[in-house]
């Protein structure tokens, strides 16, 4: 055998070894003393409050890994891109971290319509993502991958719980309001399965679907009012619920549905609402930290307002829940390797500040509560905002989709 033939052999071998180093995700291992891994989420338009909420989460548990000696021996630097609520360009930031960043796990965008689009590319590179704002039940089910793990009560579970909560309240006639993209349609076909569900014979009045990141709502109240519903239902949030509040109080809507109305009133939207935040109406929060009760939260919750000036809203906490899963995938793997790191955590138990969290084997959606209450009379002296009463929680397993119903929905 010549020397050149000899040469052609070993670049081969070298190749294919590398190709299956980067394949099984511990390419990104290869940095000598440090991991990174990547964060596309919307740092800008109408859901950055929400982007950037999490961002900030992420990178706190982060620091605080970093401090106990990282993970493996290595420090975790975080690469933090806006999609701008594109799914092109959260696709674009995905494939740009695995192939030139070389990251050893993802944390997912803001919206589902993103995430659906992400989690395709992340499964294709056998890197492990982690969605905890974008919720949509379909990143579980039609699109479900074993590389994709959900730490956020999805599109099934929050109207689910909002509708055990509802149903106390005997209404009857219903209107609902949505954005119209993936979270919003599913939200509201939930929440009906789920009243249906529990036993109410309701009837659907009015629908409407104004566009995600809308500016004038002035159509869409009169039409709401003009049919006399007993109660609303809305998937708006964010940006889009601060609108809709401040236009609403206009017609004295609230007052004129008897703030039989709910919505997703997250504290960035009551900082930002302040004393307009509707007294009475129903709230539903994926992690309010004032309300979940384990040291570990009020461990957290102190320290980011230490370092941030303000307290943590739930897509700051669920952030932090993500970069605890992850790091405890790796240590149970003793690997930064996607594939190892992703059969390490399906099916097993993660310890995190909102108390253990099983990751189901079936689809990987985490076994979290969802919190639903009322908006306090007064704005709470020590936050600044209203928060919720009479706080409502149910064990997750009396709102989630059974193992049998996910199964049915992947892609076989």
């Keep these: 055998m010549n020397i050149s033939y000899r040469c052609k052999i070993g670049i081969s ?31 800008s338009g109408a859901a950055a409050s929400l982007g950037q909420s999490g961002k900030k989460g992420i990178e706190l548990a982060i620091a605080e890994l970093n401090a106990k000696g990282g993970l493996l021996g290595k420090q975790v630097k975080l690469v933090s891109v806006d999609d701008q609520l594109s799914p092109a360009t959260g696709v674009t930031n995905v494939r740009n971290f695995i192939l030139e960043d070389n990251v050893a796990a993802i944390f997912g965008p803001v919206s589902s319509s993103v995430a659906a689009a992400e989690e395709g590319i992340a499964a294709q590179y056998h890197v492990p993502i982690f969605f905890f704002i974008s919720n949509d039940v379909d990143l579980t089910t039609k699109h479900f991958t074993k590389y994709a793990f959900q730490v956020v009560p999805n599109t099934y579970m929050e ?33 009906l399965a789920g009243m249906k569900k529990y036993g109410a014979n309701i009837n659907i009045v009015g629908q409407q679907w104004p566009k995600l990141g809308e500016s004038d709502y002035t159509n869409y109240i ?22 809709f509040t401040k236009q609403a109080k206009g017609f004295d809507f609230f007052k004129k549905i008897h703030n039989n109305f709910y919505a997703l009133f997250t504290m960035g939207a009551l900082k930002a609402l302040g004393k307009d935040a509707p ?9 309010p930290f004032y309300a979940i009760h384990t040291p570990g939260m009020s461990l957290f919750s102190t320290a980011y307002h230490n370092k941030y000036g303000e307290w943590p809203s739930s897509w700051a906490v669920m952030g932090y ?21 992703s059969a390490a955590l399906s099916g097993a138990t993660v310890k995190t500040i909102r108390g253990p969290i099983y990751l189901r084997a079936c689809d990987h959606q985490g076994d979290v509560r969802e919190y639903v209450g009322t908006l306090s009379q007064k704005i709470n002296p020590k936050y600044g905002f209203r928060v919720m009463d009479h706080v409502y929680a149910p064990n997750p397993k009396k709102i989630m989709m059974t193992c049998a119903q996910t199964l049915a929905m992947q892609p076989h």
């Design 222 to 243: 009169p039409a709401i009012l003009s049919k006399h519903p007993d109660a609303v239902f809305s998937g708006l949030y964010g940006g889009d619920l601060i609108t």
């Design 321 to 341: 829940t993500a970069v605890q899963t992850w790091s405890q995938g790796v240590e149970k793997a003793h690997s930064l390797a996607g594939n190892k790191v």
């Design 13 to 43: 071998l070298i190749a294919s070894l590398g190709l299956a180093l980067f394949m099984s995700g511990a390419w990104a291992a290869s940095y000598s003393g440090v991991v990174k891994v990547g964060l596309s989420t919307s740092l």
């Design 279 to 287: 007294v009475g109406v129903i709230a539903a929060n994926r992690a």
């Design 159 to 191: 109207p689910h719980a909002v509708a055990a909560y509802m149903i106390k309240k005997g209404w009857s006639r219903y209107d609902t309001i949505s954005p119209n993209y993936s979270f919003g349609r599913s939200t509201v076909k939930q929440f």
